[in-house]
């Protein structure tokens, strides 16, 4: 695709719920980054793939958050029993390479906790 | 106190006026990236740089990596530069993580 697509667009949920979100990167993108936006913030970094693995994922906040990239094109970031504090926007941006690429973001998924 | 700082946190301007955002950081950076949200919308980036100046039509970017400071410009202000401005810094090292300021909500009236 032209840009980097995130499905859903809006996720709502009620806590101790499992989600997963969805995120394509630009093709050919081999570092994938996962943001969080929470409101009348700046996004905070969560964690980055490059490749297949997990090069840092020093930004999640704890066990309940885990992302994979099995292929290394798609990523998917998973949160186990949500809580109402994880109610934000979820960014994710992809790419070129590592070393001084721009990063593209795509629209993002606004998750809400119930 | 945050590694990226902003201001205004907020900025209201008349049509055609000149504006002027600022991004303070605390850390060492290898670039410095100027962003744009519209409400709803997904992030842009505007412009990257690693020292110097650089402008897009109507924008333009400094930065002063002795002082760690960046400025953004906007001639000749329009509403429908009415956004979210965020000012990311990229840090040193093996992860090109991006480091954001707060950002800077821009109304431009007509």
């Known amino acids: 695709g032209a840009g980097v697509s995130q499905t859903p667009s809006n996720k709502v949920t009620e806590k101790g719920k499992y989600v997963e979100l969805r995120c394509d990167p630009i093709?050919?993108?081999?570092?994938l980054y996962w943001y969080r936006q929470s409101l009348g913030q700046g996004p905070e970094f969560l964690i980055y793939?490059?490749?297949?693995?997990?090069?840092?994922d020093s930004g999640l906040p704890n066990d309940r958050f885990f992302a994979v990239r099995p292929e290394g094109s798609v990523s998917t970031l998973k949160i186990q029993r949500t809580e109402r504090g994880d109610s934000a926007v979820y960014l994710c941006?992809?790419?070129?390479?590592?070393?001084?690429?721009?990063?593209?973001f795509g629209p993002g998924t606004r998750l809400t906790v119930l | 106190k945050n590694e990226v700082e902003q201001s205004p946190q907020n900025l209201t301007a008349q049509e055609g006026e000149f504006i002027t955002i600022n991004c303070s950081y605390s850390?060492?950076?290898?670039?410095l990236h100027w962003l744009q949200q519209h409400p709803g919308g997904g992030i842009v980036s505007l412009f990257m740089?690693?020292?110097g100046k650089k402008k897009h039509g109507r924008l333009i970017a400094t930065i002063n990596i002795q002082e760690k400071h960046s400025s953004l410009h906007i001639t000749a202000s329009h509403p429908r530069d009415s956004a979210v401005y965020i000012c990311?810094?990229?840090?040193?090292?093996?992860?090109?993580?991006?480091?954001f300021g707060t950002g800077t909500l821009l109304a431009v009236q007509p």
């Open positions: 941006a992809s790419s070129r390479d590592r070393v001084g690429s721009e990063q593209f």
């Open positions: 093709s050919g993108h081999t570092a």
């Open positions: 793939f490059q490749g297949t693995g997990a090069a840092d």
């Open positions: 850390v060492g950076i290898s670039a």
């Open positions: 740089l690693s020292s």
């Open positions: 990311a810094v990229r840090g040193g090292g093996a992860t090109n993580k991006l480091i």
